[in-house]
């Protein structure tokens, strides 16, 4: 149980196109799922906190018009990198917690396999 | 925010050898993970553990949360253990946000 999907799991496009990323919690339903960025040879960086049914939280120093996210549903979250440039060449992966075994401290995250985006 | 320290940065083991990876916090946390990136990326769990201590086969981790810090202890290490072994922490009263230590890269050699 509690496995996390992403598609796709490789993308490369063009500077200035957009590209969309999905992330799906398969078996579990998740309120809130959390979106990374992982540089090559580096730890994972928080981005944003995506809550269903209303606007994500970003980090500082993200920017939430060039990272669109949205939450649909208690399974689907998106990103989209708008007008992508190469600098956001990059490692994207995101993460959920299963509404059902939630603690009061949070609980347990499961992480997607991640997607790579390359931009030419 | 919470600092996140880890060590050894980089462990070369011959199999067969046991190893200890540490992850040193900086405050009171809810949560504690232990997980290992695979060349291909994928975060694999290894352990949920906020206190305590628990053994998965070959792999067991202890948490000691009063003295902020928790231990990765892999035994008769195996090719395929091989990555990047990650701890992630959150802070208590804000479990959204999930701190990443910066890894410990190990390569175990046949």
């Known amino acids: 149980g509690a496995v996390v999907s992403q598609h796709p799991s490789r993308v490369i496009c063009k500077s200035g196109t957009s590209v969309k990323i999905e992330c799906r919690s398969l078996?579990?339903?998740?309120?809130?799922m959390f979106w990374y960025r992982q540089f090559p040879k580096q730890s994972l960086m928080l981005m944003a906190t995506?809550?269903?049914?209303?606007?994500?939280?970003?980090e500082q120093g993200v920017e939430k018009d060039k990272f669109l996210i949205n939450h649909a549903s208690l399974t689907l979250s998106t990103l989209t990198v708008t007008s992508a440039h190469p600098e956001d060449s990059s490692f994207y992966i995101c993460?959920?917690?299963?509404?059902?075994?939630?603690?009061?401290?949070?609980?347990?995250?499961?992480f997607g396999p991640g997607t790579r985006l390359t931009v030419l | 925010g919470i600092q996140v320290e880890q060590s050894p940065p980089d462990l070369i083991l011959q199999e067969g050898a046991n190893s200890t990876l540490r992850c040193n916090f900086s405050?009171?946390?809810?949560?504690l993970q232990w997980f290992h990136q695979n060349p291909w990326g994928q975060l694999i769990n290894l352990f949920y553990?906020?206190?305590g201590t628990k053994q998965n086969g070959r792999l067991s981790a202890t948490t000691v949360a009063t003295e902020r810090y928790s231990l990765l202890y892999i035994s008769s290490s195996q090719t395929t253990d091989s990555g990047v072994y990650f701890c992630?922490?959150?802070?208590?009263?804000?479990?959204?946000?999930?701190?990443f230590g910066s890894g410990t890269k190990l390569n175990v050699k046949p």
């Open positions: 993460s959920a917690r299963d509404l059902f075994r939630l603690t009061s401290e949070g609980g347990e995250q499961f």
């Open positions: 078996d579990f339903q998740a309120t809130t």
């Open positions: 995506s809550n269903e049914g209303s606007k994500a939280t970003y």
């Open positions: 405050d009171s946390v809810n949560n």
């Open positions: 553990i906020p206190s």
């Open positions: 992630a922490v959150d802070r208590k009263y804000n479990f959204n946000k999930f701190y």
